[in-house]
Each structure stands twice: as structure tokens, then as C-alpha cells.
């Protein structure tokens, strides 16, 4: 009787490991890479405030004085309290006085008087609390027509802005460019011709810089999808 020849294991072909190996590198990468340049941009951030801060610090008050490796953050801790001082001083009556005889001062400098008032009004945009700017992502044609751009809705348009175009309702949305998005286009679009979305601004964030890569969930999906985890919430329950 003929003996039944044995079966050879199967040997996983070389190429199969390498793709697997490769798809775990990008796979850890994804994860690894935005945290270590998260570290790294705070690090440089607080070393860099700390570079300009600490030089400024009386040698009594100074940590370098003390320790002979540099403590840090020290600068950072240093700039947060002694921009609180200012900010609570500025609320007074004096402080008020002050600052208008300062800005005063600057409105009759021609260079510095336009950089300044430029950038406080930026400043004044951005921490302001009451500010509804980017609270809504949505759709605008741009370039051309058919070619559709996310942007941020930013506020109403009003004013010459309507007078000179003719329309009854503008808004002025930002559209920001991949894959930064502080840095972008002020449009003032037609208030029909805006589209608004259901995702959020932080995902419509993401859209941006991922170039389109994290496509969010649309609202049916995520409803779906709650639907879905409380089926399976009620089956776990049910055993």
C-alpha cells in the first residue's frame, strides 16, 4: 500500500511578513508620531518663553541662581502670573488710564501704529469670550464653481460690503488651506450659497489637515452607530 505523501507545512511567503511588518510600522507610526511632536512642540514652546523670560528675573528671584540646570517652565509660570497682575491692574481706573495714554503714545508712531492695531484686534478676536466666531463648519464653491472648499463661518457681513455687491445677506467665512489651518482666505460669500454641516469644527479640523485622510462620520452613521452600541449594550444584558 502506497504511503500517502506528508503534507508540507505552509511557510508564510516573505513577502506576507514584509507587508505585515510594514503595515505595523505605519500602524504604530500614526500613533507614536502625533505625540512625540506634541512633546516636542511644547517642549520648544516653553523653553522658548522661558529664554526671554528668565533673563529678566532679578538674580534674587531667578531659578538659575539656585540650581545649576536650567528648571523648566519657570519662564512660563513667571509670564502666566505676571500677565494675570496686568490684566486684573488694566480693570482699575488707573490701569485704564494708563493704557489709552500708551496707546496714544503709539498711534503717533506710523509703522509701529499699524502693527499694533493690527495685531490687538487679532489678539481681541481670539480670546474673546463672547466672540461666535468658528462655531460652524460648512461648504462654499471655491475656486470656481462645482469645486467645493470646508471653511469656518466667521460672522454677518454688513455695511459697504452689501451696498457695493448688491446682495441682501452675506457672511464671512474663513477657509483655511491643508495641511495648516491658521493660515487661509477670508471670503465673503453670499448667505444662500453656503452649505452648513453637521460635523463639528474640531472634525472639520481634522478633515483639513488630514488632507481629507479622517473623513468624519456623517450624522445617520453616528446615529447608526449609537443605535448599534445599545442593541448590543441590551443583548450583553439580556445573557
Known amino acids: 500500500m502506497a504511503r500517502k505523501p506528508k503534507k508540507k507545512p505552509l511557510v508564510k511567503p516573505r513577502s506576507h511578513i514584509i507587508a505585515s511588518m510594514r503595515n505595523n510600522f505605519l500602524t504604530g507610526l500614526a500613533v507614536v508620531l502625533p505625540v512625540a511632536v506634541t512633546i516636542w512642540a511644547v517642549w520648544s514652546f516653553v523653553g ?20 545649576d540646570m536650567n528648571v523648566r517652565g519657570m519662564g512660563v509660570v513667571v509670564f502666566i502670573i505676571f500677565t494675570t497682575i496686568i490684566g486684573s491692574l488694566t480693570k482699575g481706573l488707573f490701569g485704564r488710564s494708563l493704557v489709552r495714554a500708551a496707546e ?8 509701529v501704529r499699524s502693527l499694533y492695531n493690527g495685531l490687538k484686534q487679532i489678539i481681541e478676536t481670539v480670546v474673546s469670550q463672547s466672540s461666535s466666531s468658528f462655531e460652524k463648519a460648512c461648504l462654499v ?3 470656481r464653481k462645482g469645486i467645493w472648499a470646508v471653511a469656518f463661518i466667521s ?4 455695511g459697504e460690503l452689501l ?15 491643508t495641511p495648516n489651518p491658521t493660515s487661509g482666505f477670508l471670503l465673503f460669500v453670499p448667505t444662500k450659497d453656503i452649505i452648513h454641516l453637521d460635523m463639528s469644527v474640531e472634525e472639520a479640523a481634522k478633515l ?3 488632507a481629507g485622510l479622517v473623513m468624519p462620520p456623517s450624522k445617520a452613521e453616528k446615529s447608526n452607530g449609537k443605535a448599534k452600541s445599545v442593541r448590543i449594550a441590551k443583548t450583553k444584558a439580556a445573557k
Open 48 to 67: 522658548f518663553v522661558d529664554a526671554r523670560v528668565l533673563p529678566f528675573l532679578p538674580a534674587k528671584y531667578n531659578p538659575l541662581t539656585y540650581f
Open 104 to 111: 496714544g503714545f503709539v498711534d503717533r508712531m506710523p509703522v
Open 141 to 143: 464653491e471655491y475656486p
Open 155 to 158: 460672522t454677518d457681513s454688513s
Open 163 to 177: 451696498t457695493k455687491t448688491g446682495q441682501k445677506a452675506m457672511t464671512s467665512v474663513f477657509l483655511p488651506t
Open 208 to 210: 483639513v489637515i488630514s
